[in-house]
């Protein structure tokens, strides 16, 4: 089992940015990949980005330049740095984890980001 909780959101203006922090606790080394999922109002829950045991990293055209996933083995922390925000980046913002061996996928609780003027 692994536990996953995010922090870091809030509420910026557009062109500004944020650092999304994601905690993991509990089996680690069972984790395939971390990734980074949003679901803005009305919309689905989308993968913006994901990295990696291996380190590599993937993004969404959407974000693709704008937000870089990163990781602290140390601190079993997984990072999604935000820049350049527009209004369309409204959501709330999801960690995710997927076990190697039972593909199993967990989910943090969720923080919200809101981009206003």
């Known amino acids: 089992q692994v536990q996953l909780e995010e922090s870091g959101g809030g509420s910026v203006q557009p062109g500004g940015s944020l650092l999304l922090s994601c905690v993991s606790s509990?089996?680690?080394?069972?984790?395939?990949?971390t990734s980074w999922h949003r679901q803005g109002p009305g919309k689905e829950r989308e993968q913006v980005a994901r990295?990696?045991?291996?380190?590599?990293?993937e993004y969404s055209d959407s974000v693709k330049g704008r937000f870089t996933i990163s990781r602290d083995n140390a601190k079993n922390t997984v990072y999604l740095q935000m820049n350049t925000l527009k209004p369309e980046d409204t959501a709330v913002y999801y960690c995710?984890?997927?076990?190697?061996?039972?593909?199993?996928?967990?989910w943090g609780q969720g923080t919200q980001v809101t981009i206003s003027s």
């Open positions: 990295i990696g045991a291996d380190g590599r990293t």
């Open positions: 995710g984890a997927q076990n190697y061996f039972t593909n199993n996928f967990y």
């Open positions: 509990g089996k680690i080394s069972t984790i395939r990949f």
